[in-house]
């Protein structure tokens, strides 16, 4: 991964953290539960967002690599792999 994705994504995985920091407080409080299973979807809609990078940055270096190199079988498997793992 080059280092301006590298830092993409670590700075989304620190905002992360702090959200899932900011829920425990929520729920230390008694906050509202509404309040906080919406801001529970937004932190899985980040990690969602962390995953595309991720995935992106495979597909655009890693796949085009072993494509490049004779390694079909493995990118496809890849690719097949990280399909199931999103639809679940």
Not at 11 to 25: D, I, T, Y
Not at 32 to 48: E, P, R
């Amino acid at each position: 991964m080059d280092d301006k994705n590298k830092a993409k994504v670590i700075r989304r995985l620190k905002l992360l953290e702090g959200q899932v920091r900011g829920l425990q407080k929520m729920v230390q409080n008694d906050t509202y539960c509404i309040d906080v299973i919406t801001q529970t979807s937004a932190v899985k809609q980040g990690l969602s967002n962390v995953e595309d990078l991720l995935l992106e940055n495979h597909l655009s270096h890693c796949v085009s690599h072993q494509m490049k190199s004779g390694q079909e079988a493995k990118a496809k498997g890849e690719i097949i792999k990280v399909y199931k793992l999103k639809r679940k």
